[in-house]
């Protein structure tokens, strides 16, 4: 019987580059006295980010959240029906809402948990303005039959790649894709600003639409050519950005063969469903974790596992995503779950495990024996 470690292992935590990386950049701030409204750092940071994403024009942004939200505002996207998925963080259904589109909630597949670009079509009405398809866990979803029905019913498709920093597929950046692509970098992602986040396009023209959609609308000192908030990236935050630019490649190395580890102390249990990160047309960022817990094959459900990890062996774990967005109280009264049912099972059976870049092998075995001993106990 594994004794319990006095330590906790958490779900994850916060990567920060060395200190003298951060005030490298920090301590420009200082002789500038920029500290926001597109500072040198913030223009620096941004420019970095198209090359090293492979994208044409990335605008930066206080968090994920406002830039989904300026995404469509540049687009003029609002009043009518999104095409989205429920197996996501409330943030984008948020998103759209707040810009008066209803979301329509199309199931995802089993294999990867992206938009089941197969059933979208069936969705599409006279209302149907845009397809938000969300990069889960950072794989790509299916973008050429997605961009397909785009074009064929004249759509707009915005990306969620909150999960999918650094993410190519057949050598694409995966921001490049659709209209428009919205990143996270939150302090929980594999890329942080500790907040912050951005929209990246290839669209020429979107650049100076979203730059004025961060800054109340307004195109110069003068004149606002839309209604909007503030949703300005500091410097600061900035200066965390371009320290964690140079060491994310490391960073997502290493978590790279920690999965490995976890695949190799998991596979072949019966019961547990791994995901694969071997499809060799796309590069990878390893973001999280989950495993799928059968109940059909186990005798323990998810949560009695997530609960005896936690007070057993002090492991902390995470069901995400749970619920589905159907299932919260701001949408059920308007979405049936039921409609989604590959969405609502993989929901009630996913669990998150702990991932984060000081993670040891010691510690990762521990929680596989961990789980292997509550499986078989």
């Known amino acids: 019987m594994l004794k319990k470690i006095e330590t906790p292992i958490p779900i ?10 951060f005030m490298k950049y920090a301590d420009s701030i200082w002789e500038t006295r920029h500290l926001t409204h597109g500072g040198p750092l913030v223009k620096k940071f941004s420019n970095l980010l ?4 492979k994208v044409a024009h990335t605008v930066v942004f206080a968090n994920g959240h ?3 939200d300026c995404a469509l505002k540049a687009l003029g996207i609002k009043d009518g029906e999104a095409i989205t998925t429920p197996y996501t963080y409330i943030s984008t259904s948020n998103a759209l809402s707040m810009n008066g589109l209803k979301p329509v909630y199309c ?4 294999e990867d948990c992206s938009i089941d670009e197969n059933k979208i079509e069936a969705l599409i009405t006279e209302k149907t303005k845009v397809i938000v398809p969300v990069h889960v866990y950072g794989f790509p979803c299916k973008y050429k039959k997605i961009q397909e029905i785009a074009d064929k019913y004249n759509l707009k498709v915005v990306y969620d790649a909150a999960h999918a920093f650094g993410v190519e597929v057949e050598g694409r950046g995966i921001g490049s894709l659709g209209n428009a692509s919205m990143f996270s970098f939150h302090a929980t992602k594999v890329f942080h ?10 669209d020429d023209s979107l650049e100076e639409k979203l730059i004025a959609a961060k800054n109340f609308g307004m195109i110069n000192a003068d004149d606002a050519t839309t209604i909007s908030f503030n949703a300005k990236m500091t410097e600061i935050h900035a200066a965390m950005g371009l320290a964690n630019l ?7 190395l290493q978590r790279k063969q920690i999965i490995e580890r976890y695949i190799e102390n998991l596979k072949n249990i019966n019961g547990i ?9 796309v590069k990878y960022n390893y973001s999280y974790f989950p495993i799928i817990l059968e109940e059909k094959v186990l005798d323990k459900n998810r949560d009695f596992i997530a609960e005896i990890l936690a007070t057993k062996y002090n492991i ?5 995503f749970y619920p589905i967005l159907s299932d919260m109280s701001c949408y059920k009264k308007t979405h049936n779950s039921n409609q989604t049912p590959i969405a609502k099972h993989i929901s009630d059976q996913v669990l998150m495990m702990p991932l984060f870049v000081e993670m040891t092998p010691s510690q990762i075995d521990y929680v596989c024996d961990a789980i292997k001993e509550i499986l078989n106990g």
């Open 12 to 21: 994850m935590k916060p990567y920060l580059p060395p200190k003298e990386a």
């Open 50 to 53: 198209s090359e090293y994403l």
């Open 66 to 68: 406002l830039a989904l």
């Open 107 to 110: 199931d995802i597949k089993e």
């Open 193 to 202: 600003t500790v907040e912050g986040g951005a929209v990246t396009t290839e």
């Open 246 to 252: 140079e060491i994310v490649d490391w960073e997502i």
């Open 273 to 281: 469903r791994l995901f694969h990160w071997d499809k060799k047309d």
């Open 316 to 320: 902390f774990t995470r069901r995400y």
